[in-house]
């Protein structure tokens, strides 16, 4: 990460994992291993089903620990007949701050657009929930040189209609989808490049040096550092590596320890 302006964000996404029990012991296990991250200097976030919201914001509530909340995803709408969603305000009241927005398996699995993710995008913002964009390209894509068209495609999607001036409140996550759950990462500058790609397909609607640009896709405390220590890498979206609280707490060490030495200007 270049810019001051910016803390890393280490957000972990517990996917379809972990009963309330799990949750809160995961938590309390987490804050005692993470007891000295600063709040200050970098974001965590955890991702809990839906069910473990609560529990999780509970938790941390009880132990004032520097964690926040997120929710894995959410409908636009306030409230209505969908069976098995759960609203933006509901996600609030459960003590979310943050929620994923179009994470490859939503739109793979469950029909998510460019359309909807846009339209979320816009219910989280109106209810002052940090939204957490991802966005990642197919390894078919990827093997036919399509990435970075069909990344930017995806951003200027998600950001239709917004007013630039809540870019600062967007936070993106470059997630190649045949990186999610493969083992397989994306090497750290190509990674890079495409979360550079990002910020200037952002800049040209407005100013994007206050947006977060996450990296996700098989992230583990053997690749965290290098990859934290890129440019435009301000943190990463984390899944399986976010389940076992030392490999976290390892990772958010990285983002602590890159903040304590920021890398010399060459
Ligand atoms: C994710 O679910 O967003 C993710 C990046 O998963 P993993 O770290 O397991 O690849």
Redesign the pocket.
């Known amino acids: 990460m270049t810019s001051a302006a910016r803390r890393y964000l280490i957000a972990g996404?517990w996917?379809m994992y972990k009963t309330l029990d799990e949750a809160r012991d995961f938590t309390r296990q987490l804050y005692n291993q993470a007891k000295a991250a600063d709040s200050a200097l970098a974001d965590i976030v955890l991702c809990p089903p839906a069910t473990a919201l609560e529990r999780v914001a509970h938790t941390v509530r009880e132990l004032q620990a520097p964690f926040a909340v997120g929710a894995q995803t959410m409908e636009s709408r306030e409230q209505g007949a969908y069976t098995g969603e759960i609203s933006p305000g509901m996600a609030v009241d459960c003590g979310a701050t943050y929620v994923?927005i179009g994470?490859?398996?939503r739109r793979e699995y469950y029909n998510e657009t460019d359309a909807t993710v846009n339209a979320k995008i816009k219910a989280a913002l109106a209810h002052d929930l940090t939204p957490i964009i991802?966005v990642g390209e197919s390894l078919a894509q990827r093997e036919d040189g399509v990435t970075d068209d069909w990344v930017a495609q995806q951003v200027n999607a998600a950001i239709e209609g917004l007013d630039a001036a809540v870019f600062p409140k967007l936070t993106f996550?470059y997630?190649p989808i045949w990186?999610?759950?493969?083992g397989k990462t994306c090497e750290a500058a190509e990674a890079n490049r495409v979360c550079a790609l990002i910020r200037r397909t952002l800049a040209q609607r407005g100013a994007a040096q206050l947006t977060r640009i996450l990296y996700?896709?098989?992230?583990k405390p053997d690749n965290s550092r290098e990859l934290l220590s890129q440019s435009d890498i301000d943190g990463a979206?984390?899944?399986?590596?976010?389940l076992d609280p030392e490999g976290f707490t390892r990772i958010i060490n990285d983002a602590l320890a890159l903040v304590a030495q920021p890398a010399p200007v060459s």
């Open positions: 996404n996917k994923i994470h490859s398996e991802c996550a997630e990186a999610i759950g493969t996700g896709g098989s992230v979206l984390v899944g399986g590596a976010s």
